[in-house]
Every structure is written in C-alpha cells, then in structure tokens.
C-alpha cells in the first residue's frame, strides 16, 4: 500500500493533525489557524499532501473502533470556501459511518441521495483503490478485502 501524508494547509479548523500528519481527529472546537487559501473553511475535510493525475492507486485507512469516520477521495478542484456535500457531483467520492448523527451504525456510500451499506462486519482498515485513468474508486475492508462500495 502507498503512503500518504496529509495536508496541514487544507485542514479544516476543528481537525487535528498528528505530528506525523498520518492521522487526524475532530476536535470539539475550532484552531486558531492561518487564513489559507487552500483550507476547507466549512466541510470537515484534509487533503492528503500529493495528489494523483495518472495511474492506479491503492492505499489503507485506519479507522479503527471509531464512531464516526468518513474517507474518500476528493479533485483537487473541490470548493473549501463554502459548505460542500459529500457527493460525485461536487467532486468527492466518499464513504463513512455514522455522519451528522443520523442513521447510527449505518454504513453509507456518499452518493446523491445516500446509499446505505450493509457490511457483514465492522472494518477497523478500509482499503481505497483508485484507477485514475478507468474514472473510478473502490473501497474494501482492508482485513479480508471484502467490497464495500465502488464509484
């Protein structure tokens, strides 16, 4: 699997990066932080620090017992100056449990409208493989490579 970092310049206030800037949480209220340009001022989202323009990609998440996580892939180009849905038309191809505190323990592809996932278990690593070129990304559970969902 690829190694990513993330990037502190487009984190969004309320989240917090490692030392390492390998993993983020969600803090209850906002970082004083440097206006910039490149940050997601209102959707709870990082960039990881490189990007893709060709290729096929793999790389893993943990997500652990977490009670709430959403990951996925985003363009670039995605708007961070407004509030932005989690959906292919806006440029972001995600999945995740238990958002916006509605539809606890449910699973969901981030699509428009939401799709819900039925897992025969709860992954502790979710697996994201991006073909770039074949205009698609697929999520697994990383454990057993079982599918969870693919754009």
Not at 114 to 140: H, M, N, Q
Request: net charge negative; hydrophobic share 35%; with cysteine.
């Amino acid at each position: 699997p690829g190694d990513l970092s993330l990037d502190p310049d487009t984190a969004n206030p309320y989240l917090v990066l490692s030392e390492d800037k390998r993993s983020v949480r969600l803090r209850s209220a906002p970082q004083e932080l440097p206006a910039n340009p490149k940050r997601f001022d209102y959707s709870f989202c990082v960039l990881a620090a490189e990007g893709f323009l060709t290729g096929r990609h793999y790389w893993e998440v943990e997500v652990g017992d977490g009670e709430s996580w959403v990951l996925g892939v985003a363009r670039e180009s995605v708007r961070r100056k407004e509030k932005t849905d989690f959906a292919p038309e806006e440029g972001i191809w995600a999945v995740g449990l238990n958002w916006k505190g509605k539809n606890w323990d449910q699973y969901q592809a981030f699509t428009s409208p939401e799709t819900p996932l039925s897992l025969c278990e709860r992954p502790r690593k979710i697996g994201v493989y991006l073909d770039y070129e074949g205009g698609w990304v697929a999520f697994y559970n990383a454990d057993n490579m079982a599918p969870i969902f693919t754009f």
